[in-house]
């Protein structure tokens, strides 16, 4: 049984939009995945933690029908963010050529000491809502938010400036889609029971 995954998609280092068109197809080509709906790209100025000034970021979420179990799906993010050249030195929010948030994961809640469903940030940054408001806008976010993505935007602080963006994901016959990232063929990824009860919930 498959389910819907919405992952959200960031960049602001290098070819950002050749990251982000590389990781829609990575994703998509990963162990019985598919991915069903790609928001519009916004350019977005960096959420930071310092006064360090950051380059701006691409934003965008995707729709992914996925059997895997909620590890593998954050086991495939990390295998496709350091495919992408991403560098994690400890620093948070530090630029990175990717980014792969899992949002949500059909109606799951899930809080594990490494992962938790829905994004702890979904319902605060604009630069999350808006693209899924525009592929999900009524989509009902699990607890403990408990209202439809749209009520979600409409109800959100940030008032932070998103400008359109080319659409980088519609097909273009004078350029093939990128090839997906190689892939670890040996890391291990579990499909999961969304019917069942879990010691992971
Ligand atoms: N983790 C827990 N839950 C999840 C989840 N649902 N999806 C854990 C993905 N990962 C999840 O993330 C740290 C750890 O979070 C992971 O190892 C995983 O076990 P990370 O990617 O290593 O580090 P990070 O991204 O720097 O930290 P964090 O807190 O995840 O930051 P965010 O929320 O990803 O924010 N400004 C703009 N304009 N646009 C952006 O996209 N992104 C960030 C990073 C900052 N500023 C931004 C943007
Ligand atoms: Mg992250």
New binding site residues.
């Given amino acids: 049984m498959t389910q819907d995954a919405y992952i959200?998609i960031?960049s602001?280092l290098g070819d950002r939009a050749a990251y982000l068109r590389q990781a829609v197809r990575s994703l998509d080509a990963a162990g019985g995945n598919n991915v069903t709906a790609c928001s519009p790209v916004y350019e977005?100025?960096?959420?930071?933690l310092d006064d360090a000034p950051q380059p701006?970021?691409l934003?965008a979420v995707v729709r992914l029908s996925t059997m895997l179990s909620p590890t593998s799906l954050?086991m495939l993010?990390?295998e496709i963010?350091l495919a992408a050249g991403r560098i994690?030195d400890g620093?948070?929010?530090?630029p990175?050529t990717l980014?792969?948030?899992?949002?949500l994961l059909g109606s799951l809640s899930v809080s594990t000491p490494?992962?938790?469903?829905?994004?702890?940030?979904l319902v605060n940054?604009r630069?999350?809502l808006k693209p899924l408001s525009d592929i999900a806008p009524d989509l009902l976010l699990p607890d403990p938010i408990n209202k439809a993505v749209a009520d979600a935007l409409a109800d959100c602080a940030d008032s932070?400036d998103l400008r359109p963006y080319d659409n980088i994901f519609a097909a273009n016959p004078s350029e093939p889609a990128p090839a997906p990232f190689p892939r670890n063929e040996a890391t291990p990824f579990d499909t999961f029971d969304f019917n069942a009860r879990h010691d992971i919930l």
């Fill in positions: 959200a960031g602001n977005t100025e960096a959420l930071v701006p970021y934003n954050l993010c990390h963010e994690r620093r948070r929010w530090a990175r980014d792969l948030d899992i949002l490494v992962l938790t469903i829905p994004h702890r940030e940054r630069f999350v932070h």
